[in-house]
């Protein structure tokens, strides 16, 4: 039997309530975690749904408006801190890759990472 199960992280939109945080949601599908639009906060509700960073393994980013990005920074940061072993691959549009690249080195840390980027120039 397969194993599939989506997390909901937040759905809150542009704007946090005290019980809805930004976008993010975690689909677990057999072996693979893809992580969803990861707005700021996602760190703090993967805690909450007992979710860690080496259990990601693809990142979907659907649009940069910063409710679907501005975690992706932080996220990075966290699969190089936890040292995650595996690469994780990044989808995003291809129309966003400044947004991306400025996000993908948004602060200093040793980045031990390992993030590939997928940049997608086809619609749909």
Same mark, same amino acid.
């Given at each position: 039997?397969?194993?599939?199960?989506?997390?909901?992280?937040?759905?809150?939109?542009?704007?946090?309530?005290?019980?809805?945080?930004?976008?993010?949601?975690?689909?677990?599908?057999?072996?693979?975690?893809?992580?969803?639009?990861?707005?700021?906060? *996602?760190?703090?509700?993967?805690?909450?749904?007992?979710?860690? /960073? $080496? =259990?990601?393994? %693809? @990142?979907?980013? *659907?649009?940069?408006?910063?409710?679907?990005?501005?975690?992706? /920074? $932080? =996220?990075?940061? %966290? @699969?190089?801190?936890?040292?995650?072993?595996?690469?994780?691959?990044?989808?995003?549009?291809?129309?966003?890759?400044?947004?991306?690249?400025?996000?993908?080195?948004?602060?200093?840390?040793?980045?031990?990472?390992?993030?590939?980027?997928?940049?997608?120039?086809?619609?749909?």
């Amino acid at each position: 039997m397969s194993a599939r199960e989506l997390v909901v992280l937040g759905t809150a939109s542009q704007v946090p309530t005290r019980y809805r945080n930004h976008n993010g949601y975690l689909l677990r599908w057999d072996a693979e975690g893809i992580l969803f639009d990861p707005g700021e906060g *996602t760190q703090r509700q993967m805690i909450t749904a007992a979710v860690t /960073a $080496s =259990m990601i393994t %693809r @990142i979907c980013i *659907t649009h940069f408006h910063g409710d679907h990005c501005l975690g992706f /920074a $932080s =996220m990075v940061q %966290r @699969i190089s801190l936890d040292r995650v072993p595996h690469t994780v691959d990044v989808y995003y549009p291809a129309s966003g890759q400044v947004y991306y690249d400025r996000l993908r080195r948004a602060s200093i840390f040793h980045d031990v990472s390992h993030i590939e980027p997928h940049p997608i120039r086809e619609a749909g």
